[in-house]
């Protein structure tokens, strides 16, 4: 994907001096997962499958039955990272967003959704200094290697209530994006000798189809399960001197499932598989990528109150492994959340606004394996407005 850059500079990629922007393990493959949910299934354990009560993520083309009123969810994530690689550390950041939902219901059993959302994150940025001889002289020259945007995905799901208490849906989209690859070499003590960079640019094209449902067994219980499955991924440049990127995407299979274990606390549980072994035909390398699966949950207590108004604790857990192996291993992430709601506006029929937050404590990375760790806070927020 990268033959065109210098040697040299691709280096960078092995022994970054120092990290800035987005995660370092974005610098495999396609880029760190992101995940389509709002911040009450991120603090619930982030699967977002099989959630009794209102859920805007994209998890589930079956979540749009049922629903009896037009709402819209959109969310935002801000991170800070702790970054240590081989003795060397940084600290970094940056903000997401990522989902945006509507859900449209049509009578009393048809719902229709439209949502945007992230997928893969890769925006990162590694800078190396070194000494470089000009003449009879040792100059200082800054190497730069910059990488923004990402893939993200665009659905649109139809969903049907067959009965009361069971839901399905089916979702059609498109995984799209593009991304930025800048390397450049700059020499800062002197103003004779200028510095040169390189542009490489992809833009991202996949189709992708997914399938859905719930079921609730008794009205303090409900049961979920989506499909996804998604085919080739074009990444196609904007120079020909560039190479063209072709992936099968992965195949996906997601379930979960929530009840009340008391009056106002609900426990949830999910988990996610998802076929990436399939994309590392795509860069001619057996070991970039691998299978994963995902485990999350948490509980969450609703009967809290603040300033006159419902307000909802949650705690959650996940644990992950990510797609791209760094070094021959395959990453891993743990992390703990805790998260609030609030009901910022309601009327006899329910909410009308509804605003909720997840703080996540995690870690990413093995260091006797890879030499990369990354130990992060990542902060979710999320907005809901419903109409009539």
């Known amino acids: 994907m990268m033959r065109g850059f210098p040697a040299a500079l691709l280096a960078l990629l092995v022994l970054p001096a120092a990290a800035g922007a987005q995660s370092l393990f974005s610098t495999r493959g396609l880029g760190v997962p992101i995940e389509p949910v709002d911040a009450r299934a991120r603090a619930l354990g982030g699967i977002g499958i099989g959630m009794l009560g ?95 945007g990402g893939v993200a995905q665009a659905r649109v799901d139809l969903a049907y209530l067959l009965t009361p208490s069971l839901g399905v849906g089916i ?30 640019v992809w833009n991202f094209m996949g189709p992708s189809v997914s399938a859905g449902a719930w079921w ?36 996906q299979f997601a379930v979960g499932a929530s009840g009340q274990l008391a009056p106002g606390m609900l426990a949830v549980a999910g988990a996610r598989w998802a076929g990436w072994s399939s994309a590392a035909d795509g860069f001619g390398d057996p070991n970039v990528a691998a299978d994963t699966w995902e485990l999350g949950g948490g509980v969450e207590w609703a009967r809290g109150r603040a300033l006159g108004r419902p307000f909802p604790v949650r705690v959650g857990a996940r644990y992950a492994r990510l ?66």
Do not use: C, K
Request: proline residues 6%.
């Open 54 to 148: 209102w859920t805007g993520s994209m998890a589930n083309p079956a979540e749009a039955a049922g629903v009896y009123r037009r709402g819209i969810s959109a969310a935002m994530q801000p991170s800070r990272r702790s970054v240590e690689f081989e003795g060397e550390s940084d600290v970094l950041g940056g903000t997401r967003f990522p989902l945006i939902r509507a859900v449209l219901p049509f009578g009393e059993r048809t719902g229709l959704a439209l949502g945007y959302g992230g997928f893969l994150d890769q925006s990162w940025a590694v800078r190396t200094e070194t000494m470089v001889p000009i003449g009879d002289r040792q100059l200082r020259a800054v190497d730069l290697l910059e990488s923004t």
């Open 171 to 200: 979702g059609a989209g498109v995984y799209t994006g593009r991304m930025e690859r800048v390397v450049s070499r700059s020499f800062p003590d002197t103003a004779f000798i200028q510095g040169f960079s390189s542009v490489a």
């Open 216 to 251: 609730e067994p008794l009205p303090i219980a409900r049961i979920g399960a989506s499909v996804t499955w998604a085919g080739e991924l074009r990444g196609d440049p904007e120079e020909a001197t560039t190479h063209a990127l072709r992936v099968d995407m992965p195949l």
């Open 323 to 388: 797609p791209f192996r760094i070094e021959g291993a395959t990453p891993t992430e743990f992390a703990l959340a805790l998260g609030f709601g609030s009901v910022l506006a309601r009327d006899e029929l329910g909410p009308r606004a509804v605003l909720d937050a997840a703080i996540e404590r995690g870690r990413r990375g093995d260091a006797a394996a890879t030499g990369l760790t990354e130990s992060f806070w990542r902060f979710t927020i999320s907005m809901a407005l419903f109409g009539q």
